[in-house]
């Protein structure tokens, strides 16, 4: 059947997405909440530039890899829950039949959760896994505040693309594989590229 990412996404749609009197979205088997982007960046891109005015430059790429790693936990928890879900199992479970559409399934939910529009582009099983996006809140909100940037920014996404690789092709199950994968974004919208693209390899 292959994945039919409009139907993903006009069924995760379809679950309300809407928080309770407490503010969480209770969906997927996992706490779900909707918070404002530029928040996000703000605490994101201000927590990197902190780090570098505090401890010089050469401590960049650490700022940027802590970044990527706090997104990358959280797309191994939340992922994991969603994967086990019962809406998961009923709506895109029937559809996967080979191992790109273990991705696509998974990047057909990300889309429907309206991070960016993110497409797959390779998958080596266990390998490797390059995905790309526009769109993305990460890169335009970084352009809107800060101008061009000479290094890639989204790091959510980064951390989601390595995320997807550990919970499909990590040594144990769910959350405890994290960090089996890492993720580099090696194209960005934010540098002037034409798209945003992320490659998870083996760590």
């Known amino acids: 059947m292959a994945i039919d990412q409009s139907k993903v996404i006009q069924g995760v749609h379809g679950l309300k997405l809407e928080g309770d009197s407490s503010g969480l979205i209770r969906r997927f088997g996992v706490l779900l909440n909707n918070n404002n982007v530029d928040y996000y960046n703000d605490f ?9 005015d505090s401890h010089g430059a050469d401590f960049a790429p650490i700022a940027r890899e802590l970044l990527i790693y706090a997104a990358q936990d959280c797309a191994n928890n939340t992922f994991f829950g969603i994967m086990s879900s019962d809406e998961y199992k009923g709506l895109v479970t029937p559809m ?3 191992e790109e559409d273990k991705v696509k399934g998974l990047v057909a939910v990300e ?5 960016a529009r993110v497409e797959f582009a390779e998958l080596k099983p266990g390998e490797k896994l390059v ?11 970084y ?13 959510m996404l980064a951390g989601v693309t390595a995320g997807f690789m550990d919970l499909l092709y990590g040594p144990g199950i769910g959350p405890e594989n994290l960090g089996t994968y890492k993720c580099e974004e090696v194209k960005c919208i934010a540098k002037g590229d034409d798209c945003c693209e992320f ?4 760590r």
């Open 199 to 202: 490659v998870a390899t083996k």
């Open 44 to 52: 994101s891109f201000e927590f990197e530039r902190a780090i570098i």
């Open 131 to 141: 995905l790309r996006s526009r769109g993305g809140y990460e890169e335009e909100g």
């Open 143 to 155: 352009r809107k505040r800060y101008g061009k940037s000479d290094h890639g920014v989204c790091y």
């Open 96 to 98: 996967i039949e080979n």
């Open 111 to 115: 889309n429907a959760l309206g991070w």
